[in-house]
């Protein structure tokens, strides 16, 4: 039976990832800011698929914090098999654009409080020599755009931490899985759909495919793939004037 | 406060179209704020399966409730689930049958909302036994126009209670819905078809069967005239015991096959419902059928409509009606008659036409009421309007009532004679939401609140 921590666990995504373990037999230990909210997850999750489940609180921003959280997480949940980071926020691009804070903010939201939790859950994960870590980057995180490039700078920071660290856990035989999302229907993208929008339980699907396959590094949806491929070719010059 | 999208609405009707605001929370505080917000009207909205205005408000604001849909508990023992509003009914066949247990009372459509079902007080096929899905319902929680979360119940706020269970959303929004599962040994109906020549077949058939089977449905043939008037296939069944089942399902009791799910992949012209298809199709598929014992899997006998997805796209752009209306007992024989014959006389030909016997009803703006009850679609004409006036006036006339659910055009004088526990509703209204807050192009167009 997997033992699992689940950080973001209000993100729509991580719901439907929650289930697709849960129902696979995994007790889960459920955690964001918003208890309330998550104590509902929780409970949902239980009702559906009988699976244990628990409910916490952590912010990412709150580093001095992480140590006791994940202890207690590890504890509550009688060890861990696997962690799952699905925290993360666009934040307001535009005024961090031009206030050091602010920018500050969404780094330590999408980077530096992920960098933290996993580099406990490494640790934990290293000496047991076994277990897994998924992280949710962003395909913003391909190539900086005057838009959004403070939060991409951010999954980008995220994406190459954990390319190293899976390298080291290789040898330890921890599987570490970076996902870099394309746009899927949640609050974060509500009122901004596009034709490539897809649902959260889509990508959750998807993730937890790659997850069973061992995949280290996956698109989903997988056209991103090949759409980031050709983007991240056009010469900067150019790219500066198509402003996409 | 989260951003709302600006974006256009329709009911499963596709008409008629309004363009709001909508919000979709995905967090109770969330919510609270949008509803508490010092702006304009606000109506929730499920999965848009009322077929008419009910769930769009115009230059408002909407809030799409679909994404507040967690499971909160459930005892096995007594059946009872309690589940926030946007659960659908599929969701809880999915999780609760094979563990034996099924919602008490299903619409024609698995894909609503609970939330929905409460605020229009749905019925089943088995509204002669259990009456709407109010009855089934042990306590709500509603959020008000202040922001206070309220419990009613029928021992707690029960006035609160009976104005929301029917009460489109106009009183508040649920939040959460307690109900009580049906315990059930399989997943299949065991029953039978039977064929009723004209309408008073179809009628002794009801009254026949109306203590032996929990489940009945008939569906009229609109091509039948004069003497096979009402001609009909009647389906009646019960939720079959275990050891009822053919040996290979009794295994596994709660198990059925899988359904295909072919989309109608986009609006078809619209010369595919034309007065002559509609007779032509009726015809051939009452010929189709055989009397006799059958077997259904629960998906075949409560959501036929189900196993092709936006199946509404086949009356094209211009959207279609429902009418649905419903005879006080003792008057039912003869509205039935006096509508069908309207109806072949007009000519424009209703594509499906299903009749139901209904029982005893609480709440005061649900639409049941004991006797006969005829839903109709028609395509959208321009003399469909006037004619439907016409119905309108026969079935006032006779005591009866139509469903606000599917309906797009009933007047308020109308409705105001149609419904008359109405008032004692608006008083319960104006002490929850004096500001009227909570407001709808349905509400409006009926006048609720009236201007009094
Ligand atoms: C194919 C088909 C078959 C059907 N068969 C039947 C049938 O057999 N019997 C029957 O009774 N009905 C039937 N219906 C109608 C349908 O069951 C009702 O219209 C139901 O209300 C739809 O639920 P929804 O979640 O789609 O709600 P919506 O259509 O989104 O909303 C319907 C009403 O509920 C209100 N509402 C929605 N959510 C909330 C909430 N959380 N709080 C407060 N108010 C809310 C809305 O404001 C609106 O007034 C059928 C519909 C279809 C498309
Ligand atoms: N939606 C997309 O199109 C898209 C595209 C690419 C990548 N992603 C990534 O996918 C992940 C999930 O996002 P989503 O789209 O599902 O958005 P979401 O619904 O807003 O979820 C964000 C999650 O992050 C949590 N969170 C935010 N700030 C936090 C903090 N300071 N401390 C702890 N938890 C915090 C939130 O929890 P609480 O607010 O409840 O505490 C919530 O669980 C994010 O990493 C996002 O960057 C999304």
């Known amino acids: 039976m997997q033992r699992l921590l689940i950080l973001g666990a209000t993100s729509p995504i991580a719901r439907s990832l929650a289930m697709r373990f849960a129902t696979e037999g995994a007790s889960l230990f459920l955690a964001a800011r918003d208890l309330a909210e998550v104590e509902r997850l929780a409970s949902d999750i239980t009702v559906r698929t009988g ?78 020599k076994s277990g897994f870590i998924i992280a949710i980057g962003s395909v913003a995180g391909e190539r900086g755009r005057p838009k959004n490039y403070v939060y991409g700078s951010a999954k980008a920071a995220l994406a190459t931490f954990l390319q190293g660290l899976r390298g080291r856990m290789a040898r330890a035989g921890v599987h570490v899985m970076t996902v870099k999302l394309g746009t899927v229907d949640t609050r974060m993208t509500w009122g901004r759909e596009s034709p490539l929008t897809v649902a959260p339980e889509a990508a959750a699907d998807s993730i937890y495919g790659a997850w069973k396959r061992g995949a280290e590094v996956v698109f989903v949806p997988w056209f991103w793939q090949p759409i980031m491929g050709i983007i991240k070719l056009i010469p900067e010059s150019i790219f500066r004037r198509v402003n996409i | 406060m989260p951003l709302p999208r600006r974006g256009v609405l329709t009911g499963w009707g596709s008409f008629p179209i309004a363009e709001s605001d909508i919000y979709r929370p995905e967090k109770i505080a969330e919510l609270a704020a949008v509803v508490t917000s010092n702006s304009t009207s606000v109506i929730a909205r499920g999965a848009g399966r009322a077929y008419g205005d009910a769930a769009l408000n115009g230059g408002n604001r909407v809030v799409d409730m679909q994404r507040l849909s967690r499971m909160l508990a459930f005892d096995s023992e007594s059946g009872l689930l309690r589940c926030e509003a ?31 079902s409460v ?48 009460g489109m959303g106009l009183t508040g929004t649920i939040l959460e819905v307690e109900l009580r599962l049906r315990r059930v040994e399989s997943a299949w109906f065991d029953g039978e078809i039977s064929m009723a020549a004209n309408i008073d077949e179809a009628i002794e058939t009801f009254e026949r069967t109306e203590r032996q089977y929990g489940y009945s449905v008939a569906w009229i043939d609109c091509a039948g005239t004069r003497g096979s008037l009402g001609r009909s296939i009647v389906n009646l069944g019960n939720v079959a015991s275990r050891q009822s089942l053919p040996p290979p399902l009794r295994q596994e009791p709660f198990k059925v096959p899988p359904r295909m799910h072919p989309t109608v992949p986009f609006n078809l012209p619209s010369f595919a419902l034309s007065s002559l298809g509609i007779k032509t199709f009726n015809t051939a598929y009452y010929a189709m059928h055989r009397a006799g014992p059958k077997l259904f899997d629960y998906q075949t006998f409560f959501f036929p409509l189900d196993a092709i997805r936006k199946w509404n796209r086949i009356y ?33 030909g209703s594509f499906l036409t299903v009749l139901k016997k209904f029982g005893p009803q609480d709440g005061m703006l649900s639409f049941p009421m004991p006797g006969y009850t005829l839903a109709l679609d028609f395509p959208i004409t321009r003399e469909l309007m006037e004619f439907l006036d016409r119905l309108d006036e026969m079935v006032v006339k006779r005591g009866g009532r139509v469903y606000l659910a599917k309906d797009a055009r009933l007047r308020p004088e109308v409705f105001r004679a149609m419904y008359p526990k109405a008032g004692r509703w608006l008083e319960i209204k104006r002490g929850v939401d004096p500001e009227n807050r909570f407001s709808s192009n349905l509400a409006r167009r009926i006048g609720l609140p009236g201007g009094e």
């Not at chain 2, 659908?88 to 609503?112: A, K």
């Not at chain 2, 319902?137 to 119940?153: K, N, W, Y």
């Open chain 2, 316 to 348: 094209g752009t211009r959207g279609f009606l429902q009418y649905q209306c419903v005879w006080p007992l003792s008057e039912s024989r003869a509205g039935l008659i006096e509508t069908l014959e309207a109806i072949a006389r007009w000519g424009g």
């Open chain 1, 51 to 128: 699976a244990r489940a628990v409910s916490g609180v952590f912010d990412a921003a709150e580093f001095y914090f992480h140590a006791t959280f994940f202890e207690k997480a590890v504890a509550e949940l009688g060890g861990l098999d696997g962690m799952i980071v699905c925290f993360g926020t666009l934040g307001d691009e535009t005024a961090a654009q031009v206030d050091p804070e602010k920018a500050l903010a969404i780094l330590n939201q999408n980077f530096t409080g992920a960098v933290s939790l996993i580099t406990l859950a490494a640790r934990h994960l290293e000496q047991q």
């Open chain 2, 119 to 166: 605020a229009a007080d749905v019925h089943g096929k088995s509204h002669h036994r259990d009456s709407s899905l109010g009855n089934h319902v042990t306590s709500i929680d509603l959020m008000l126009a202040s922001g206070e979360v309220r419990r009613c119940s029928r021992e707690e706020n029960s006035d609160l209670f009976w104005a929301t269970v029917g």
């Open chain 2, 86 to 116: 946007g659960v659908t009914i599929g969701e809880i066949i999915d999780v609760f049958l094979r563990r034996g247990f099924f919602p008490p009372v299903v619409p024609g459509t698995q894909f609503v909302t609970l939330g929905g």
